[in-house]
């Protein structure tokens, strides 16, 4: 009913950039949030950032400044821009949505499979 396509994910060195994208694509009527998370080996799943359909954001402490989250509502796109990478940011990044389908308008959580994301020092 729902797909959710990541990309942009890879190798890079500390100091350096990368964009992740998804986007979501099916039976959808309307997104309430979109946003991504991170799980590091032997760590717990994490926000990084999400954002709401009223514009709001969310991003945890330790990204803010360095990574920045962008909509595009027409598309029911998500992307992360991420700069000033650090080895503590690697990590399995998980694009997640929370969204209403249709044509029953009943909300679930979906999830993406998950891009990996290596920053070497």
């Known amino acids: 009913q729902v797909q959710l396509v990541e990309s942009g994910g890879g190798l890079v060195q500390a100091g350096g950039s990368l964009r992740l994208s998804c986007a979501a694509s099916?039976?959808?009527?309307?997104?309430?949030?979109m946003g991504w998370y991170r799980q590091a080996p032997g760590k717990q799943r994490e926000l990084v950032a999400s954002?709401?359909?009223?514009?709001?954001?969310n991003i945890a402490d330790s990204v803010k400044g360095r990574f920045s989250i962008y909509r595009d509502y027409a598309k029911n796109t998500v992307s992360l821009q991420m700069n000033s990478l650090k080895p503590e940011d690697t990590a399995i990044y998980y694009c997640?949505?929370?969204?209403?389908?249709?044509?029953?308008?009943?909300?679930?959580?979906?999830w993406g499979q998950g891009t990996q994301v290596t920053v070497s020092s």
């Open positions: 954002s709401t359909s009223r514009g709001g954001t």
């Open positions: 997640y949505t929370n969204l209403r389908i249709a044509p029953l308008y009943i909300d679930g959580d979906y």
């Open positions: 099916g039976s959808i009527h309307s997104i309430n949030v």
